[in-house]
């Protein structure tokens, strides 16, 4: 067991659990050549561990979140001032001039998808988990992975009438999409 991801995981208090992340970061290690995309990046503490483990092998992590404070008290799980805070601890954490292999975009990803390059080794999506956020990030992003790279969609679980309700086209949330990926623990995997 990796102590010191063990030491970041809980000093940037990350919303994945320890087999979660040593998920993702072994995914950075072991897919092909291309860069990584984190939708949904909260206070930074899997970007993290994305930031490390792509280090490691000369990669870049795309961090996507537009704290979008227009959801608190509307969306599951987000209260009044939880973006402004997100936002502050994900500047202290990991844009303090310490991580070089990071870019961040404050935008939704249909505003940004055409800065971030094609070939991607693995995507988080971790964003807003309404099912047609999770849809709509799924169907911007999935065409830019490479060959061999994973995407793994975080929270499959997530409270009622979220990521995994069934929506009015007879999809399943996710679990419509279970057939092209495994459950690794309350996270999607989807090989391409």
Request: aromatic content about 12%; proline content about 4%.
């Given at each position: 067991m990796n102590t010191?991801?063990?030491?970041?995981?809980?000093?940037?208090?990350?919303?994945?659990?320890?087999?979660?992340?040593?998920?993702?970061?072994?995914?950075?290690?072991?897919?092909?050549?291309?860069?990584?995309?984190?939708?949904?990046?909260?206070?930074?503490?899997?970007?993290?561990?994305?930031?490390?483990?792509?280090?490691?092998?000369?990669?870049?992590?795309?961090?996507?979140?537009?704290?979008?404070?227009?959801?608190?008290?509307?969306?599951?799980?987000?209260?009044?001032?939880?973006?402004?805070?997100?936002?502050?601890?994900?500047?202290?954490?990991?844009?303090?001039?310490?991580?070089?292999?990071?870019?961040?975009?404050?935008?939704?990803?249909?505003?940004?998808?055409?800065?971030?390059?094609?070939?991607?080794?693995?995507?988080?999506?971790?964003?807003?988990?309404?099912?047609?956020?999770?849809?709509?990030?799924?169907?911007?992003?999935?065409?830019?992975?490479?060959?061999?790279?994973?995407?793994?969609?975080h929270d499959i679980?997530?409270?009622?009438?979220?990521?995994?309700?069934?929506?009015?086209?007879?999809?399943?949330?996710?679990?419509?999409?279970?057939?092209?990926?495994?459950?690794?623990?309350?996270?999607?995997?989807?090989?391409?």
């Amino acid at each position: 067991m990796n102590t010191e991801l063990i030491k970041l995981w809980r000093k940037f208090e990350a919303q994945t659990t320890i087999p979660q992340i040593y998920e993702l970061y072994d995914a950075v290690l072991n897919t092909p050549p291309g860069d990584v995309v984190e939708i949904g990046s909260a206070c930074g503490g899997t970007t993290i561990i994305l930031i490390e483990a792509a280090k490691q092998v000369g990669k870049f992590v795309y961090s996507v979140d537009p704290y979008p404070e227009e959801m608190e008290g509307k969306a599951y799980g987000y209260t009044p001032g939880l973006m402004n805070e997100f936002k502050e601890r994900f500047t202290k954490n990991i844009l303090n001039g310490k991580h070089l292999n990071i870019i961040q975009f404050n935008n939704d990803l249909t505003d940004c998808i055409d800065l971030i390059p094609d070939g991607l080794s693995v995507v988080f999506i971790d964003g807003c988990h309404e099912f047609s956020f999770v849809q709509k990030e799924y169907e911007l992003i999935f065409p830019k992975l490479v060959k061999g790279g994973l995407l793994y969609i975080h929270d499959i679980y997530w409270g009622d009438g979220q990521v995994s309700r069934t929506t009015e086209s007879g999809l399943t949330g996710v679990f419509g999409w279970l057939g092209k990926g495994v459950d690794v623990g309350n996270m999607l995997r989807i090989e391409k």
